[in-house]
């Protein structure tokens, strides 16, 4: 990738507004050097030694002292000649330091600059700079440990042995359609229907290990659902341990959807209480109603929550045709401890009373199972939606080539998919991206990372 001579020299604080023992500036761009050497008054800075210095204003008025280090390009975080000064981590010390860097020329870094200069630069994947904004966010050991593997290349090294795979198979396939038909034929199957399959199945395990990252990053989100009065804000409350969301016998008491966040099993789950599911409802409660079906549809799993004394009724079934099929979901019937069923799982469906907490348990792990997560973590890492669903696309193209292969068709067909599928891969480690990715993930960094 081109390393970018021409660009800005940026700087910005890389330790936290606030006080500290120590304040790190960060200086990164072609300027770099000379505006260090300028402040500091010398030009001795040797390659990643730690030089004591006083930095000085442009008026050669004394700011701070502390230790410059200089990382010349190509080798340093960004790939540019970057400059690190650390200095008295006082508001206005650091301040005074900043301004005086640029008024020698540079200018204060975006959100995110250094790290997409280092993408920019090759010196990262895309998927390693998210886990560097990963791993800053972490707010749990877990999560940390899973975004350093992130950080270290676990997904971009899975990927690339996938990308492998499939450039094999179209040097191969774009090197036969120079050859006759008849000749390709004899081959077809083995030669590409084979390692079609093999990629298939390696996509297929490397989109599961995705999705569990994804899951980890951000939460497995469960949405209850179901009629009013069914009993969803009690589930809600009961699961959560707070009294969050109001709960009456008048059916239609919930309305706005209610959030909350809860760990089974250090696993994080976003827990979702929406409106009764009804035909004639007032405005406000259709709005409720419409809220909960938006909601519905972007779940990892859907909690149906049926009153067992009631039993399931017609308004179920129509209500149930009006969910997202994508979703998977798990009907649930509550208040045994009125309609005398026994607890546990039955055909299917999970019988509880929130009263007597008999079927809570089972509830909690048929969760996690439906995640999906399994102990251990071995050869687990954070992911985003965005990685899984660039694996889903790539899946689906081979999946079309294979179906191609098996009707022998065109090799420029199949080709066509393989090269589609070739870009969505790429687009997880930003081999193949748009301006407008870029923005969106880097602008969500911190400003000095
Ligand atoms: N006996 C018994 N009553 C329950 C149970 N769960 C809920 N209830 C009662 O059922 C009624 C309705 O409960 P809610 O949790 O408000 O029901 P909801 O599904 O949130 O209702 P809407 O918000 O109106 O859609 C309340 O009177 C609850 O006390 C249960 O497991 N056993
Ligand atoms: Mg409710």
Known sequence: MAYLHDADTIVASATPQGRGGVGVVRMSGPLSRVIADRLAGQTTLRPRHATLCVLRDTEGEPIDQGLLLFFPGPHSFTGEDTIEFQGHGGPVVMDAVLQAMIACGARSADPGEFSRRAFLNGKLDLSAAE????????QSSRAAKLALRTLQGALADAVAVLVGALTRLRVFLEATLDFPDEELDVDQNTQIGDPLGDLLLSLDSLCANTEQGRILREGFTVVISGRPNAGKSTLLNSLTGKNSAIVTDIPGTTRDLIREHILIDGMPVHIIDTAGLREHADTVEQIGIERALQEV????????LVDDVAGWTEDDTRI????????????VHTKIDVSGAPPGVIDDVLYLSVVHGAGMDELRQLIKARSGLQHGGEGLF???RRHVEA????????????????????PELLAEELRLAHQALGRITGEFTSEDLLGEIFTSFCIGK
Request: proline share 4%.
């Open 131 to 138: 886990a560097i904004a990963d791993l800053i966010d972490s």
């Open 297 to 304: 549809a972007q779940a990892d799993l859907i909690l149906y």
């Open 320 to 331: 149930l045709a009006r969910l997202p099929a994508s979703v998977p979901l798990v009907k």
């Open 382 to 384: 954070l992911a985003r």
């Open 391 to 410: 694996l889903q696309e790539a899946r689906r193209y081979l999946q079309a080539a294979q179906v191609l292969c098996e009707h022998r068709a065109a």
